[in-house]
C-alpha cells in the first residue's frame, strides 16, 4: 500500500466516528495512518501519496490535493456533496431522478417575514412544490435542519430561523415518510445496502435520530443510479440514499457517509471493502 493517511477533525468526537476510524486502520493492519486536519494543514512538508477523508473540512482538502495528494473523497466532491443546493445542481445536470427542488436566493440580512412573503421564491414554493414541503438547511448532515412544513408561513419561519445558512426546498413525497434505503458505494461497487425507517412517526429515517435499519438487497435499477450518482458528484467512496418511490429516485449523496449502522445491520466488513479500494490507488 502506498503511504496514506486517514484524516479527521481533531475537534470532532462520537463513539460512532471512533469506532469507525478505529476498523480503518484495523483492516489496513496498521498500513494507514490517522492524522487530523489541524496536522495535515501545517505538515504539508512531509505528505503521503494517498489521504481517505472522514471530515468536511474542504478548504484541507483542497490544499492537500495542491501538494499532489489524492484525496479520496476530492474537496470539490466534498464540497457538492457538503451543500444540497450544489448536489441538486449535479443531478439535475446529469438527469438523475430527484425530488423537484428550489433553492433560495442568498440574501445579506435577515430578510423580515413580510419581505419573504412577497418574494418570487416563496411563491414558486407555493404553486410548484406545494404543501407540505421538505425545507432543508443546506449544509447539516443526521437529519438535522430538516423539517416539513405545512404552509407559507412555517417555511418563512424556518428561512428566517435558519439566517445565514443557505437553505433548499422539495417536494414532499408521502411514499417516503419516515422510510428511506442506502446504498454505500466504494467505486463502482456497491458494498452494503440497508432500509431505514423513522421512529414515532418523524418523517425523517435517520438512525442518528432514533430510527432503525434492516439490509436490503437493491435492485439493479437503484445501483445503476447509484453508479450514476457517484459519477455525476466525482465520487470514489459514498453512500446513495434513495427515497421509498416507485423509482430509483435520490434523496441524498454523502462523500463522507458513516457506516457504523450499516455494518452493524448487513453484517458486512465496509472498512475492509474501503482499504482494499485504497491499496488499488
Known amino acids: 500500500m502506498k503511504p ?39 505538515h504539508l ?23 499532489g495528494v489524492r484525496c479520496v473523497n476530492s474537496s470539490q466532491s466534498i464540497a457538492l456533496c457538503d451543500n444540497k443546493a450544489y448536489t441538486h445542481a449535479a443531478l ?6 430527484h425530488p423537484k427542488t428550489i433553492t433560495a436566493p442568498l440574501v ?18 407555493e404553486h410548484s412544490l ?8 443546506a449544509v447539516g448532515s443526521w437529519g438535522s435542519g430538516v423539517f416539513l412544513v405545512e404552509n407559507r408561513d412555517e417555511l418563512i419561519d424556518v428561512l428566517r ?18 422510510r428511506d434505503a442506502r446504498i454505500y458505494m466504494v467505486g463502482d461497487t456497491p458494498v452494503a445496502a440497508m432500509r431505514r425507517f423513522g421512529q414515532g412517526g418523524d418523517f425523517r429515517a435517520n438512525i442518528t435520530g432514533g430510527g432503525r435499519a434492516q439490509t436490503w438487497d437493491p ?21 446513495v440514499d434513495f427515497l421509498d418511490a416507485q423509482e430509483p429516485l435520490v434523496g441524498e449523496v454523502n462523500s463522507n ?25
Open 219 to 239: 435492485p439493479a435499477e437503484y445501483v445503476d443510479v447509484a453508479r450514476a450518482a457517484m459519477t455525476a458528484l466525482g465520487l470514489d467512496v459514498g453512500s
Open 45 to 67: 512538508d512531509n505528505l503521503p501519496e494517498v489521504a481517505f477523508i472522514m471530515d468536511k473540512d474542504v478548504a484541507a482538502v483542497a490544499q492537500l490535493e495542491a501538494f
Open 130 to 137: 406545494g404543501f407540505p414541503a421538505v425545507a432543508k438547511h
Open 4 to 42: 496514506t493517511w486517514l484524516v479527521t477533525n481533531r475537534w470532532l468526537h462520537w463513539d460512532k466516528f471512533e469506532w469507525q476510524f478505529d476498523q480503518i486502520i484495523g483492516a489496513s493492519h496498521g498500513q494507514i495512518e490517522r492524522v487530523t486536519t489541524d496536522y495535515a494543514v501545517t
Open 257 to 281: 457517509a458513516q457506516f457504523a449502522s450499516l455494518t452493524q445491520t448487513t453484517g458486512i466488513d465496509v472498512a475492509a471493502a474501503v482499504v482494499e479500494y485504497l491499496e488499488q490507488l
Open 92 to 97: 439535475t445536470r446529469a438527469g438523475i431522478a
Open 108 to 125: 445579506y440580512r435577515n430578510l423580515e417575514a413580510e419581505e419573504w412573503a412577497n418574494s418570487e421564491f416563496v411563491a414558486a414554493v
Open 161 to 178: 430561523e435558519a439566517y445565514p445558512s443557505p437553505v433548499i426546498v422539495e417536494e414532499y413525497v408521502a411514499g417516503s415518510h419516515g
